[in-house]
C-alpha cells in the first residue's frame, strides 16, 4: 500500500514561506502524479497542484498559480511544494495525494487515489 511521510508545516507570518514534503513509498506503479489539496476550518477541499512523474506537467490552482511551485525527485518518490507569500487564507490542513498515471481532473486537482493524513499550516495575520 502506499505510504505518505509528510513535513515541513508549521506557524507562519504573513508573507511568510515554508517548503512542505511528501516522501511516497509502496507505489503500484512507475507513472503516477503527487499533489495537493488542502481543507480550511469551516471549509471544503480545495485542489492546490499537482505534478507528473512521467512529462513533468504541473498544475496549479488560481489561488496557488505564482506563490507555489511544486517540484519532484523521481528517484527519491517525493515531491516538494514551496510555498511563497503566505496569506492567512492559506492556513489549512495540506494533504499529500497521489493519483496513477497522470494528474487527474487537472481543473479541480481533487481527483486522487490516496492520500496522507495532512500536516497543519498556519498563517498569522
Known amino acids: 500500500d502506499e505510504q505518505f511521510v509528510e513535513s515541513g508545516g508549521g506557524l507562519v507570518q504573513t508573507g511568510g514561506s515554508l517548503t512542505l514534503t511528501c516522501a511516497t513509498s509502496g507505489l503500484r506503479f512507475d507513472s503516477y502524479a503527487i499533489g495537493w489539496f488542502r481543507q480550511g476550518p469551516g471549509k471544503g477541499r480545495e485542489g492546490i497542484t499537482c505534478i507528473a512523474r512521467t512529462d513533468g506537467r504541473t498544475f496549479y490552482s488560481a489561488s496557488a498559480a505564482g506563490r507555489f511551485t511544486v517540484t519532484m525527485d523521481n528517484a527519491k518518490h517525493t515531491a516538494y511544494l514551496l510555498m511563497k507569500n503566505l496569506e492567512p487564507e492559506d492556513t489549512a490542513t495540506y494533504h499529500c495525494?497521489?493519483?496513477?498515471?497522470?494528474?487527474?481532473?487537472?481543473?479541480?486537482?481533487?481527483?486522487?487515489?490516496?492520500w496522507g493524513q495532512g500536516i497543519q499550516v498556519t498563517v498569522s495575520s
Open positions: 495525494a497521489i493519483n496513477y498515471p497522470y494528474c487527474g481532473d487537472s481543473a479541480r486537482l481533487l481527483n486522487w487515489h490516496k
